[in-house]
């Protein structure tokens, strides 16, 4: 159980233009997802948390205008690239919580997002 | 915020040896996990430890839960190749829900 789905695997976009990436908790209900930023060979940065019904939290120095998160139901959260730059090219991880022990979150497989 | 400093960053070496790597906190952790991640994956968690001076494992790993709350260490005995990868420990604090990670540390076992 607790699997998380996270699609696309991979995304290659031109800069201005807009790329969604879904997670979804497939065999449980996930109130809460996190919304992580990869770089090569450094580790996970939290940049929002997502919550189901309502805006969702962001880190410091995360622009919420250009990182749109939406989670609309307790099994889909999407964060949207807007008018997405090659700085913005990175792997995207999102995880979700399931509720109870063990404490912990499931990860998605990741997205690598790549500008040109 | 809270910081993890995890130790060593990267480490070499031969298959059967034994490995350890830890993280410590400048503050207190709920809960202490420790996860691998393989090359375009994401983490998979390893272990995760609850409580203070806990000590657990999961088939050649073992973990503690550090009695000061603010440390933890993962230890993998008799590696083999397919322990290739990055292990990153994460602390939970239950009251903010969210988890913070280490840096990493790249492990490479040579056959």
């Known amino acids: 159980g607790a699997v998380v789905s996270q699609h696309p695997s991979r995304v290659i976009c031109k800069s201005g233009t807009s790329v969604k990436i879904e997670c979804r908790s497939l065999?449980?209900?996930?109130?809460?997802m996190f919304w992580y930023r990869q770089f090569p060979k450094q580790s996970l940065m939290l940049m929002a948390t997502?919550?189901?019904?309502?805006?969702?939290?962001?880190e410091q120095g995360v622009e919420k205008d250009k990182f749109l998160i939406n989670h609309a139901s307790l099994t889909l959260s999407t964060l949207t690239v807007t008018s997405a730059h090659p700085e913005d090219s990175s792997f995207y991880i999102c995880s979700a919580a399931r509720q109870g022990l063990p404490y912990g979150y499931t990860f998605g497989s990741g997205t690598r997002l790549t500008v040109v | 915020g809270q910081q993890l400093n995890q130790s060593p960053q990267s480490m070499f070496i031969q298959e059967g040896e034994d490995v350890s790597m830890n993280c410590t906190s400048s503050?207190?952790?709920?809960?202490w996990l420790w996860y691998k991640q393989e090359p375009g994956e994401g983490p998979v968690l390893l272990i995760a430890?609850?409580?203070?001076?806990e000590l657990t494992s999961n088939g050649r790993l073992t973990a503690q839960f550090g009695i000061t709350r603010k440390d933890s260490f993962l230890n993998i005995s008799a590696s083999i190749p397919s322990d290739v990868g990055i292990y990153f420990c994460?602390?939970?604090?239950?009251?903010?829900?969210?988890?913070?990670f280490g840096a990493g540390t790249r492990l490479t076992v040579k056959p």
């Open positions: 065999d449980f209900q996930a109130t809460t």
């Open positions: 430890l609850y409580k203070a001076g």
């Open positions: 994460a602390g939970q604090d239950n009251n903010n829900n969210d988890m913070r």
């Open positions: 503050s207190i952790f709920n809960t």
């Open positions: 997502s919550n189901e019904g309502s805006k969702a939290t962001y």
